[in-house]
């Protein structure tokens, strides 16, 4: 059914893209002020587990919104993971571009840049998800990440995630280099069912409803708790479905139907400060697919990941379409498109780029799939000679750092893995 004839003007319960609203709740809070301490801590790693669809990846986004906006972080899933895919991603994820090269040329580029961007005071942050599902040796690799130092100080912080509790991975002997940089662990809890409710009206009224009870009412909330425990991200796929099948509201018991198991969340972006003179809905990415528009997503984030893996802001299902094809980087000045090494490539207007600055209108095409730009804001295309790329850490490109002192880059501890 439209939204509209429920009096709604966006969809309040979408599982791809930035939320309507975030709303906090109490287990959610607890586990953001433990996150807070331990990346303040001098250790600086801390670990979040919880089920898939509890939200973990909403709470952390969130929290990455709070941070300076000149401090580099990367946000990386390490499902199924070996050592050069770790390095790779954590480059591109920290917005530097880099040519297929060998394991230890990936270590030298990345000690570079950790210890660029910690001669300024400023420790980067590794976001780590799937930690659970990682290969051995990116485990290894990972805990020789936490063994760089620079300046006598631990070169990069991490937050690391698991759909399962961690112990066993953490405390293994093999870990050691993780658990003793390890503030602690906190678990994710679910809603209790007065703040379910809480947060379905958050949501209807922050898409336009004026009284969410004749949309949703009490005895309904009720089960929609019930039937999805609480987990933010089940409530949201329940509501989304029953939403598309419902022929009238308010909405009844039969209307709902249990959310299917998944085996991840999805991902909303980090909503980004609204400029005054520009509603958030005149900026957004049309998705089509031979000619039909597939999907309209919000563009309010700074940093915005297109590809085929869950965890990407756009994540379009194709084997055309690389894990994480291309990045779309918002500065003042200009917004950008870089293509993150994908094997088809990225096209905007029928032309390959690797870099290219976008204005209003524009097509880029991936795969078989088309993505047009609305976002009147970049209406003229800047000259990309008078934008301060400096202001950004994602555009900066590996020969960049490369250029960095050479006593700077031996004054990162540990060496690279060799490539077998």
Known sequence: ???????????????NGPPVVFVRYQAQQAAEEFLKIALDDERGIGVIHGPPLAGKKTLIYQLLRR???DLAFAVVDGARMKTVDLLRSTLAH????ASPCSVDDYWRLLKQFLAERNRFGQTPLLVLDNIN????????ALC???????NSRYALRMLLVSSKPPNTII????MTAISKRTVGATELGPMTARESSRYLFAKLFAAGAATPSTILPHDVRNAVHQATGGWPGRIDAMLKNAFACAKSFPLHHADLEPPRTV??????VIAAVREPDEHPDMRHLILTFNGKTIEKVRLDDTKFLIGRSELCDLSINS???????ALLVRTAEALHLVDLHSTNGTFVNSRRILSQVLQHDDVISIGNHGIKLKFPLFRKRPDSEQIDLGKTATMRTLEDTGSADSDEQHSLAGDGERQA
């Open 1 to 15: 059914m439209d939204i509209a004839q429920a009096g709604l003007t966006l969809s309040p319960f979408h599982t």
């Open 67 to 69: 941070l300076p906006d």
């Open 94 to 97: 920290f917005g530097l571009q």
């Open 133 to 140: 599902k990682m290969y051995p040796s990116a485990l290894y």
């Open 144 to 150: 020789k990440l936490a063994e760089l130092e620079t």
């Open 171 to 174: 405390n293994a002997p093999s």
């Open 263 to 268: 085996s991840e969340e999805t991902r909303p």
């Open 319 to 325: 084997r055309f379409i690389s894990q994480f094809h």
